[in-house]
């Protein structure tokens, strides 16, 4: 039974610090997602890459996201320096636009 | 520009009631919309998708372009139907597809 993985499941952290999120997607699927789930705005799209090429990352703040795809079993999401507005659960899926397979998610916290 | 609304955060009903969750959205172009659901310790999952004209788990959604909505259905909830539930719209971006999600809606089922 194929699933996304993501690595860490919670991460507590400092304000200023470099926070680093992994995902593995399905084997098979070209295209990957990261999205941020909060409360008040529910689940927001960051970035998305087919093939490994970033499509879209429209959603993400640029001056301290950045997402990339080193391999075709990686994607990484990285936060830098880190601010306790970015707590959040950020989930990686893979799949296609019209059915996406969801990762557990990554708990953020940053202090 | 693409967007998805669900007026309710937070609903809660009782064990066989009817359940309705509702989804509007704004698109200028042919809509395709779907249901995600994330129950409790599970990772958020495709639920069921318009096209597909299909109940799953006792649930069906109706399209309807005149009013812009895609409201959740079911005539007797379960407990099991707590969940978090979200709808999203297929929306096209710089020549690539994804999915534009709401807010979410949580959904309560009291015994």
């Known amino acids: 039974d194929a699933r996304v993985t993501q690595t860490p499941r919670h991460k507590v952290t400092e304000m200023g610090q470099e926070v680093t999120m992994r995902c593995q997607p399905i084997?098979?699927?070209?295209?990957v997602f990261w999205y941020r789930q909060t409360m008040m705005q529910g689940l927001e799209l960051l970035a998305y890459?087919?093939?490994?090429?970033?499509?879209?990352d429209s959603g993400m703040p640029k001056d301290r996201f950045s997402a990339e795809m080193p391999d075709a079993t990686l994607a990484t999401l990285k936060i830098q320096p880190s601010e306790p507005r970015d707590s959040a659960v950020y989930f990686c899926?893979?799949?296609?636009?019209?059915?996406?397979?969801f990762g557990p998610g990554t708990r953020l916290t940053v202090l | 520009a693409q967007r998805v609304t669900q007026p309710e955060k937070l609903l809660s009903v009782f064990k066989g009631a009817p359940v309705e969750l509702k989804c509007n959205y704004s698109?200028?172009?042919?809509?395709?919309l779907f249901w995600y659901v994330q129950y409790s310790r599970q990772r958020l999952q495709l639920l069921l998708r318009?096209?597909s004209r299909e109940s799953i788990k006792g649930f069906t959604a109706d399209l309807n372009k005149g009013e812009t909505s895609f409201h959740l259905k079911k005539p007797f909830a379960q407990e099991e139907d707590s969940a978090m539930y979200y709808c999203?719209?297929?929306?096209?971006?710089?020549?690539?597809?994804?999915?534009?999600f709401g807010q979410g809606t949580r959904l309560t089922i009291n015994p």
């Open positions: 899926a893979s799949g296609y636009w019209y059915e996406q397979f």
């Open positions: 084997l098979g699927h070209n295209t």
């Open positions: 890459f087919r093939n490994r090429a970033p499509l879209d």
């Open positions: 698109y200028s172009g042919s809509p395709e």
């Open positions: 318009h096209i």
């Open positions: 999203a719209l297929r929306a096209l971006f710089q020549g690539a597809q994804k999915l534009v």
